[in-house]
């Protein structure tokens, strides 16, 4: 068999033929049902109390990666392949900025926070 037999069957969830509107439909349907699942399933998590309380705060970051996840292969069709090298680069490059923005800020605000002398100190009261 040639390689041309097998370009149709081997195709990430998030990756499928430009021309099969059947396939892509499906894969959107597909997304929506996982994306659906994700979150509902986060809201059961954070209103129940079927699971272990503390729990609940690294269950809930677990699915929203997950949902993330979902979003990134169904929907923006961030796949592995040699052809998505530019996109996945992208993001890993929009994530490190915001990570380093978001970080940065959290840092700035805990030491001001901290070396902040009390505001009794800063301004003088009235006469």
């Known amino acids: 068999m040639s390689d041309q037999a097998h370009i149709g ?3 990430a969830p998030g990756d499928e033929e430009q021309h099969d509107v059947g396939t892509r ?10 994306a659906l699942l994700l979150t509902a399933t986060s809201f059961f998590i954070a209103g129940t109390d079927l699971v272990w309380q503390p729990s609940i705060p690294v ?3 677990v699915l929203a990666i997950a949902q993330m996840g979902v979003h990134l292969v169904f929907f923006l ?5 040699p052809d998505n090298t530019n996109n996945v680069l992208a993001l890993a490059f929009g994530l490190l900025v915001v990570f380093l923005v978001v970080g940065g800020t959290v840092w700035i605000m805990a030491h001001l926070n901290a070396n902040m002398p009390p505001m009794d100190q800063i301004m003088p009261k009235p006469m």
């Not at 439909?25 to 996982?34: A, E, Q």
């Not at 069709?77 to 392949?81: D, E, N």
């Open 9 to 11: 069957h081997d195709l």
């Open 25 to 34: 439909i499906l894969g959107y349907v597909v997304g929506l049902v996982l």
């Open 59 to 61: 269950a809930l970051i």
């Open 77 to 81: 069709h961030i796949t592995t392949g």
